[in-house]
Nanobody
């Protein structure tokens, strides 16, 4: 079993920046793709950004040029640096990862989420 724990959320003014972090722990052999999703009140969860184990990235159009996803494979961590934040970026941000356990079982995991609030 593995766990994902997000941290770093908070309240920030529009135009500001914030970095959120996700740490994976447990019986991990390796981690394939890692990603960030977000969910605003009353909305469905939506894709924000993803990164492969090799470092290739994909971004939602709404955050392209403002957000940067990165990862530290040695530490089993993924980061999301958010610049030029807008009120519409407000939501709970969830970490997602495809993890191969030490048993070689492949599973998809979600973190518990971290709240990001952007005030206007």
């Amino acid at each position: 079993q593995a766990q994902l724990v997000e941290s770093g959320g908070g309240l920030v003014q529009a135009g500001g920046c914030l970095r959120i972090t996700c740490a994976a722990s447990g019986s991990i052999f390796s981690i394939n793709g890692m990603a960030w999703y977000r969910q605003a009140p009353g909305n469905q969860r939506e894709f924000v950004a993803s990164i492969t184990s090799g470092g290739s990235t994909v971004y939602a159009d709404s955050v392209k040029g403002r957000f940067t996803i990165s990862r530290d494979n040695a530490k089993n961590m993924v980061y999301l640096l958010m610049n030029s934040l807008k009120p519409e970026d407000t939501g709970v941000y969830y970490c997602n990862a495809e993890i191969i356990a030490t048993t070689r079982a492949l599973s998809n995991y979600w973190g518990q989420g971290t709240q990001v609030t952007v005030s206007s």
